[in-house]
């Protein structure tokens, strides 16, 4: 019997690997240049940590979820996104709640049921970062700023960044209302889950893919005209650090989105390079969620975003192939041993090294040393054993010389390609 991998799931094999690592390195350094540090958190969790956290009504909860009973009958689930997460390893960890400001980043697999397609998948990665205890509208646009330094770094353009602000629980409640009216008098036309939403969670529907909830939206009320004067001001401060930093955006009123925990700040950076799925990052400000899940009232904002679709955004323009320094190749059987010996010696001083031990013909040898994009053929034969000498052929110029065996590493070292 021969296995398939399960929908939605990916294998990333070694060729696809220098573009995973130049995005992940890159994400990286940037969150290090902004003084953000990593955190790893599990990939699973009690389940109300999600339910509570993003929202009983999101799509993500109510439907999307891998959730499963551990063997004392709890309910366990894959985490579908970080932040949650984060913000519980944040509640209970005391040394750095206690910090002033608290900046985390983190990398990894992230699970959701989503019907897969390009951009789409049920297990995917994404790379965000978090920052506890201001509500300064300067980190909503560091975070934002992070996110632009990554995608620029990556060569990634013709992307748009998107903004807006959902309010807080101030200003919220009468836009809320406004708009609960204009859909009530417009139920018809609702989905089923819409005309659900309509009590429980309406700013959910400007999110609704369905047509005719869409065909609905562009004459819904818009938020940013019910802003109170704290979230207009905190709004009008995030775009005016962005537009000082030369960050082109554009303001989107009826970017709520899929995740209930935000207030303020909300952002995309879009693009109609990846087809249906056009967001390949996302974030905003998340003031209630770390005292909605069991600590202090602590201001927050953050992002996430996805490497597959960073991948996608990026292939065209790949990175070198990850190559070897030298594939040591022998004349004769009688050499292995010295030559798995050479090999040894080469690894323990750094350099990165492989043989065929089938001890078959050099041109066996050789085939096998091109599959594995070699810089360096390093011979061995009677005359080579004889002199305690290795012959280094340059794989590229085809150049060869002799070198004394103890010399091979330096050599290799200080001719890099
Ligand atoms: P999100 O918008 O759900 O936000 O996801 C962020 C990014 O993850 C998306 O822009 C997309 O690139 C990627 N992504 C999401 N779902 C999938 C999927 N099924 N397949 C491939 N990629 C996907 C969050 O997750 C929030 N936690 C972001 C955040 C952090 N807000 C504040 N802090």
Redesign the pocket.
């Known amino acids: 019997m021969s296995f398939t991998k399960a929908p939605?799931v990916e294998d990333i094999f070694p060729d696809r690997i220098p573009g995973w690592n130049r995005i992940t390195a890159s994400a990286r350094k940037n969150f290090e240049l902004f003084n953000f540090r990593e955190v790893i958190i599990p990939v699973m969790e009690y389940t109300e940590l999600f339910s509570r956290g993003i929202g009983d009504e999101t799509d993500?909860v109510s439907k999307e979820m891998f959730t499963f009973e551990d063997r004392g009958g709890r309910s366990l689930t894959l985490r579908?996104?970080?932040?949650a997460s984060v913000v519980r390893a944040y509640n209970e960890n005391g040394e750095y709640n206690r910090l002033s400001v608290c900046k985390l980043f983190y990398i990894g697999s992230?699970f959701?049921a989503?019907r897969p397609q390009k951009?789409?998948?049920?297990q995917?990665n994404?790379f965000?970062?978090?920052l506890f205890g201001d509500d300064s509208p300067f980190y909503d646009y560091e975070v934002i700023s992070m996110m632009n330094s990554i995608a620029l770094d990556l060569g990634i353009s013709n992307y748009e960044l998107l903004i807006n602000s959902i309010g807080c629980e101030e200003c919220r409640p009468a836009y809320l209302e406004k708009l609960k009216e204009y859909y009530q008098s417009n139920k018809s036309v609702l989905c089923e889950d819409c005309v659900k939403r309509l009590e429980k969670n309406p700013l959910r529907i400007l999110d609704c893919k369905k047509e005719g909830c869409k065909s609905l939206k562009d004459a819904a009320p818009v938020l940013p005209e019910f802003l109170c004067s704290s979230c207009a001001e905190h709004h009008v401060s995030v775009k005016s650090y962005l537009s000082g930093a030369g960050i082109a955006f554009k303001e989107d009123p009826f970017l709520v989105?899929?995740?209930d925990?935000?207030a303020k700040t909300t952002f995309?950076?879009v693009t109609t390079a990846l087809g249906g799925?056009n967001?390949?990052?996302?974030?905003?400000r998340?003031n209630k969620l770390v005292e909605i899940l069991g600590g202090k009232p602590t201001p927050a904002?953050?992002?996430?975003?996805?490497i597959?679709?960073?991948m996608i955004l990026t292939e065209a323009n790949p990175p070198a192939p990850l190559s070897l320094d030298a594939f040591i190749i022998y004349s004769d059987e009688k050499y292995f041993q010295h030559s798995a010996e050479l090999l040894r010696k080469l690894r323990m001083e750094g350099i990165s090294a492989d043989i065929d031990p089938s001890c078959k013909s050099m041109k066996s040898q050789m085939k096998k040393m091109d599959r594995e994009n070699a810089r360096f053929a390093l011979i061995i034969g009677d005359e080579e054993i004889n002199e305690k000498t290795v012959t280094v052929k340059n794989t590229a110029t085809r150049e060869q010389q002799k070198i004394s065996e103890g010399d091979v590493s330096a050599f290799i070292k200080n001719n890099k390609r």
């Not at 967001?279 to 905003?284: D, L, R, S, Y």
């Not at 904002?301 to 996805?306: I, K, L, R, S």
């Open positions: 939605g993500i579908p996104e970080g932040t992230m959701r989503e951009g789409r998948l049920r995917f994404q965000g970062a978090e989105r899929g995740l925990y935000y995309e950076f799925q967001a390949f990052a996302a974030g905003g998340y904002v953050g992002f996430a975003a996805g597959e679709r960073l």
